[in-house]
T-cell receptor
Framework: AQKVTQAQTEISVVEKEDVTLDCVYE???????LFWYKQPPSGELVFLIR??????QNEISGRYSWNFQKSTSSFNFTITASQVVDSAVYFC????????????FGQGTRLTINP | DVKVTQSSRYLVKRTGEKVFLECVQD?????MFWYRQDPGLGLRLIYF???????EKGDIPEGYSVSREKKERFSLILESASTNQTSMYLC??????????????FGSGTQLSVL
């Protein structure tokens, strides 16, 4: 069975600090996809990134970066120089490569950036 | 941009009532999903549909049913609402693409309270 664990329930930092959100996953599949979503107070989940299991290259998008390590089954998300607008709940998710491609989500991490 | 619209943002119902949650997407997506979101549990899949009139159970289907008579509309039905179904309900849709898992697009959610 697939499982995603986000051990950090809540994180609170001061603006401009760097922050890393951890994500650990379990799957027996050799081909799978990993995702990060952001849920701002408005409630609608917003897609941030998708990564397939064969692509272990780290990715950077502005202040956001992702570190994918198959050896430790982790897909961590770092925000550099955090801003108040980054405050949200962040979800890591895993999907099977075949079939209906439904997502299994972690518990979410509530990130609060204080001015 | 893809739009996933959920008919109600907030809903209050009484125990035993039959409840309909409606979801409409405007981008001709094949896949549609219903998740419920509870604190500390993340998002859990209730049902999904990969085509009109096709449906499959997710991880927590008990007490729910679904209907997909048209491609753009996916309804979640609580046959007899109970207090443990008080939750945030999120609808999502995605394309089917060969060789990759497409991201999900989410609605803003319906916060259902069952009294």
């Amino acid at each position: 069975a697939q499982k995603v664990t986000q051990a950090q329930t809540e994180i609170s930092v001061v603006e401009k600090e760097d922050v890393t959100l951890d994500c650990v996953y379990e799957t027996r599949d050799t081909t799978y996809y990993l995702f990060w979503y952001k849920q701002p107070p408005s409630g609608e989940l917003v897609f941030l990134i998708r990564r397939n299991s064969f692509d272990e290259q780290n990715e950077i998008s502005g202040r956001y970066s992702w570190n994918f390590q198959k050896s430790t089954s982790s897909f961590n998300f770092t925000i550099t120089a955090s801003q108040v607008v980054d405050s949200a709940v962040y979800f890591c998710a895993l999907s099977e490569a075949w079939g209906a491609q439904k997502l299994v989500f972690g518990q979410g991490t509530r990130l609060t950036i204080n001015p | 941009d893809v739009k996933v619209t959920q008919s109600s943002r907030y809903l209050v119902k009484r125990t035993g009532e039959k409840v309909f949650l409606e979801c409409v997407q405007d981008m001709d997506h094949e896949n549609m999903f219903w998740y419920r979101q509870d604190p500390g549990l993340g998002l859990r899949l209730i049902y999904f549909s990969y085509d009109v009139k096709m449906k499959e159970k997710g991880d927590i289907p008990e007490g729910y049913s679904v209907s997909r008579e048209k491609k753009e509309r996916f309804s979640l039905i609580l046959e007899s609402a109970s207090t443990n179904q008080t939750s945030m309900y999120l609808c999502a849709s995605s394309l089917v693409s060969a060789g990759t898992n497409e991201k999900l697009f989410f609605g803003s959610g319906t916060q259902l309270s069952v009294l």
